[in-house]
């Protein structure tokens, strides 16, 4: 499964999120991580933007939950975007709905 994470207002929280997955051991197991800079159409210059490879889905509730605990070390953490290509599941897009709107705080079991 092929996932990309950005954000529109906080390239450095998204440097910091970078940080935090490549010293997340079950995220490191899970996953190839890599940042890519992509053409921003709205303005000049690039957008970084997180990429990821993930294998299975216990990978994607790995990220799940290195994502809580991300937020949950800032006093007021963004919210990033989370984008899978490619077919989703269900289970798969109830995970990204969590992802996507932490701040509603849903119970990822």
Not at 36 to 58: F, K, N, Q, R
Not at 67 to 95: C, H, M, Q, S
Request: aromatic share 4%.
């Amino acid at each position: 499964m092929e996932l990309s994470i950005s954000t529109a207002e906080d390239q450095l929280a998204l440097e910091s999120f970078h940080r935090w997955l490549r010293d997340d051991v079950d995220i490191a197991r899970a996953a190839a991580i890599s940042r890519v800079s992509t053409p921003d159409d709205g303005h000049m210059g690039a957008v970084e933007v997180i990429c990821m490879t993930l294998s299975t889905s216990t990978g994607l509730a790995n990220l799940a939950i290195a994502y809580a605990n991300w937020r949950k070390a800032r006093k007021d953490p963004p919210t990033l975007t989370f984008t899978v290509t490619g077919p989703l599941t269900e289970e798969l897009r109830k995970t990204l709905e969590i992802l996507n709107h932490p701040e509603e705080e849903t119970d990822l079991r």
